[in-house]
């Protein structure tokens, strides 16, 4: 069964060589690489054309303006391979992340979709700083609770496209959230392989910090999710005393208030100057569903 890794890419010539030495490490290596690269201007693109020349396995590459999504969507159109990986250039898989992400899909054919497990990485000062504040990830109970990045995930091509693929009509982020929440609507069958393992570094400083977190808040409004934390942040963000009620109280308090205020902006940003969901996106069970979701969602409770 085809095994093809995907991987979208934007500005990264910093991580870029460290990524690929971690990809050329793999204990097992994918059939297939699709690059699809936005439009680096960093040199990202050049370096790029060298691993393709240089690699014991075929590569396709591809540079074009588009978002997060829509380089999935593209590179996942290049391939035919029946299993995807997914990883972004700025995160480092384990030598083992490759067969472990996708092993699970091999061995049982109910599976649609493989989830690992994403470990943040604090290496400078500023980024064990913000140790406390990020900690590491919880680790999922059962399959409700997974909700892959597709920075470490694998699923069925078929899986992919009945979902309707990552939804292009975000402006930047969310896209995995919104996609997985898709999934389960529809009734794929999760699973968390803990051994799967990539390592993610956090924000170099703050003020990329911040900016992710605007990010995250603008893409999460757009896609109508987590309402009810981001109404939190806004919250706290208008009532600044409320920070000193965490376990943290006055240590690093403004600079936990400006996180919070950061995602609360961009939730409102995203709400009202975000896109708008497409008319034939139908919110079904609080989650944004394509048309072809939609089929498989109204397929799926039949069954059941």
Request: with cysteine; proline share 6%.
């Amino acid at each position: 069964m085809k095994r093809a890794l995907i991987v979208t890419l934007y500005n990264e010539a910093n991580n870029v060589l460290r990524w690929w030495d971690c990809l050329a490490a793999q204990e097992i290596l994918p059939d297939e690489i699709v690059l699809v690269d936005g439009g680096s201007t960093d040199g990202t693109w050049e370096q790029l054309q060298i691993f393709a020349r240089q690699s014991r396995i075929p590569i396709k590459l591809k540079q074009q303006r588009c978002n997060i999504a829509e380089g999935r969507n593209l590179a996942i159109a290049m391939t035919d391979a029946e299993i995807i990986a997914s990883n972004d250039a700025g995160s480092f898989p384990q030598k083992n992340w490759f067969e472990e992400i996708t092993r699970p899909l091999i061995e049982n054919h109910e599976l649609d979709v493989v989830g690992g497990y994403s470990e943040n990485l604090f290496e400078n000062e500023f980024q064990k700083f913000l140790a406390p504040f990020e900690g590491q990830p919880a680790k999922p109970a059962n399959p409700e609770e997974i909700y892959p990045s597709s920075r470490n995930v694998a699923f069925r091509r078929r899986a992919w496209a009945e979902v309707g693929g990552y939804p292009e009509w975000l402006t930047l982020t969310a896209e995995d959230a919104l996609f997985n929440f898709g999934l389960h609507q529809i009734g794929r069958q999760f699973f968390y392989n803990p051994q799967a393992i990539v390592r993610w570094p956090a924000r170099t400083n703050a003020a990329a910090y911040f900016k992710m977190l605007y990010l995250y808040g603008y893409g999460a409004a757009e896609a109508r999710l987590y309402a009810p934390y981001f109404r939190n942040r806004i919250l706290i963000a208008c009532l600044p005393p409320l920070v000193l009620l965490s376990r943290w109280r006055w240590r690093h308090a403004i600079f936990r208030y400006r996180k919070n205020l950061a995602s609360a902006r961009g939730w409102l940003a995203g709400r009202l100057w975000g896109k708008c969901p497409p008319p034939d996106w139908k919110r079904i069970n609080g989650v944004l569903l394509s048309p072809e979701a939609q089929k498989h969602f109204r397929s799926f409770c039949d069954f059941k």
